[in-house]
């Protein structure tokens, strides 16, 4: 699929995670590994201030304005992928991610919550906990109903930071991971569900380690620029081995 928005800078070209569905006829995202580009990979840890400050929040203002994220509300109106919607209810849209790295093995699917005020796991409070249960009870049973897995095969997540500011959740039978940036991405649902059960302002308290991979914009918010060093491969001839001997005396 030709997407709205042709721009090839940093920020398009390395939004790492979910972008797109894709149509029928266009190739298969590339795996994670393969994606990204020589660019370092920073550990960040997102606080309250970050999270909530004027920085990020024109950052997000400036994602869910651009085209090519017009996608995911195109899909809660109904105005896209309609052949390929499974359930659709008042809280969420159930769907396959035919942009995801299906290789057979791996199924993946997407809710997508219809509540626009939720653009991300930060906006979650104690009043959405019916909501999110709900939604993972009808996303498994369907799952269970129309696959072979078993309910300990499905795995629930939430990415932050997002690659699409609408709250959405990732459903996978069986759960794999690809990258070691799901370390720091993933959210299970089931854990965000008791963390707010715990505490309803959770995630409007909490600090959150995330990875950021060569996004200007968002390196930014944390005063950090885009360094283009790619230590993944440290047997890589142009990447000499640390010396830890030498560092730890």
Request: some cysteine; overall charge neutral.
């Amino acid at each position: 699929m030709q997407r709205e928005d042709s721009s090839s800078s940093v920020d398009a070209a390395l939004d790492l995670g979910l972008d797109d569905l894709r149509k029928e006829g266009e190739p298969p995202r590339q795996p994670p590994r393969e994606r990204g580009g020589p660019f370092e990979r920073c550990v960040v840890a997102c606080t309250p201030a970050h999270a909530f400050g004027p920085a990020m929040q024109s950052y997000v203002e400036n994602q869910i304005n651009m085209p090519r994220k017009q996608w995911i509300y195109e899909v809660i109106d109904g105005t896209r992928e309609q052949d390929n919607v499974l359930l659709d209810t008042p809280d969420m849209v159930f769907l396959p991610d035919t942009h995801a790295l299906n290789d057979g093995k791996t199924i993946n699917w997407l809710a997508v919550i219809k509540d626009r005020s939720l653009r991300s796991l930060r906006d979650l409070r104690g009043r959405h906990v019916k909501m999110l249960k709900r939604v993972r009870l009808l996303c498994t049973e369907y799952i269970l109903a129309n696959t072979s897995w078993k309910r300990h095969n499905i795995m629930a997540y939430v990415h932050y930071l997002p690659s699409v500011f609408q709250l959405h959740i990732h459903f996978c039978a069986p759960y794999g991971s690809y990258t070691t940036l799901d370390v720091f991405k993933v959210h299970p649902l089931d854990s965000v569900i008791g963390n707010l059960d715990m505490d309803g302002d959770y995630y409007r308290k909490a600090t959150l380690s995330t990875i950021v991979v060569g996004n200007a914009g968002l390196l930014a918010v944390y005063g950090l620029n885009v360094v283009r060093n790619d230590y993944r491969n440290v047997e890589s001839h142009e990447v000499d081995p640390i010396q830890w001997r030498g560092i730890l005396g």
